[in-house]
């Protein structure tokens, strides 16, 4: 057995306790930000900050945008726990590794995940600078037998099999068109693809990827989403588009990380208002929405 598909429940622990005596807060909404959008942590009052080096087991990121640490505190009378910056699968990190911070915010009670990513934007009507709700994604990396629920399971997170009709959760989907649409912000629906990374995409590979229903494309999330639907959480995604992805070998266009992360912060104070507008309004956590429950 591969030792990388799976990590002891002990160490999920040991990290949720380090947490704790970092903090006397209990949040219960976890908030993952991504390139470029961590600066939506100033809007978090009453903080308490735990570099990611100070909880064991944890993966640090070393991707520039991702400060790396845990922002605990009060964002529209929520307590919220923040990841300002997120590890990644191309860095060398196993899927179990990437997402163990998902588990241990399970343990930490936290029942709401909301998922924010910078993307390209596959679907030839979006523009750079557009906010897309996540309505389901596309995870290539398990399609290919990188799963982040491959390996032996662990009952006190989730089913052995699980189901992922409702992933995204629709209450909470239409909850945020509504805030945005009150606050005159034009959102985008549609489809994440999920890649290895970290090259961007070639040209006939956004073509295959729009063949097949994809709207956005990204490294990241649809792991931490499986793995929290898994456990029960109740899940709202965001796609920041930061570019539009190349579709002709002829395209003058360019694109790199640093774009990503320029456009990301124009979009932070649109994101940030729909966000406050989610936790301002967000009914109560109701496990009949989700498909998945701990087996014991």
Avoid: C
Avoid at 91 to 117: F, H, Q, W
Avoid at 157 to 182: D, K, M
Avoid at 241 to 268: F, Y
């Amino acid at each position: 057995m591969d030792p990388s598909l799976t990590i002891p429940l002990d160490h999920y622990r040991e990290a949720a306790d380090a947490v704790r005596q970092r903090t006397r807060q209990q949040p219960t909404v976890g908030l993952i930000l991504g390139s470029g959008l961590g600066s939506l942590v100033d809007e978090i009052t009453n903080a308490d900050v735990i570099p990611y080096a100070d909880i064991p087991h944890w993966p640090r990121s070393t991707v520039l945008g991702h400060a790396g640490r845990l922002v605990i505190g009060e964002l529209e009378g929520r307590t919220v726990l923040a990841m300002q910056g997120r590890s990644h699968f191309y860095e060398g990190y196993s899927m179990a590794e990437v997402t163990l911070p998902v588990r241990v915010m399970r343990l930490l009670g936290i029942d709401t995940l909301i998922v924010t990513n910078a993307a390209g934007g596959l679907n030839p009507n979006f523009q750079a600078g557009d906010i897309m709700v996540i309505e389901d994604h596309i995870n290539i990396l398990a399609m290919a037998g990188h799963s982040p629920l491959r390996g032996p399971n662990l009952p006190e997170f989730g089913p052995r099999f699980s189901i992922n009709t409702r992933a995204y959760n629709p209450t909470l989907r239409q909850l945020a068109h509504r805030v945005a649409q009150e606050k005159g912000i034009a959102l985008r629906e549609g489809v994440y693809v999920a890649l290895a990374g970290p090259a961007f995409e070639t040209p006939a590979e956004v073509r295959m990827l729009r063949a097949w229903g994809g709207d956005s494309v990204g490294m990241s999330t649809a792991h931490e989403v499986t793995v929290a639907y898994h456990a029960g959480m109740r899940v709202l995604g965001f796609s920041s588009i930061t570019n539009l992805s190349l579709d002709s070998t002829e395209a003058r266009e360019e694109v790199s990380h640093e774009d990503v992360l320029r456009l990301g912060q124009e979009i932070v104070p649109k994101l940030a208002a729909v966000l406050r507008g989610v936790l301002a309004e967000l009914p109560p956590y109701d496990p009949s929405e989700v498909e998945n429950q701990p087996e014991v």
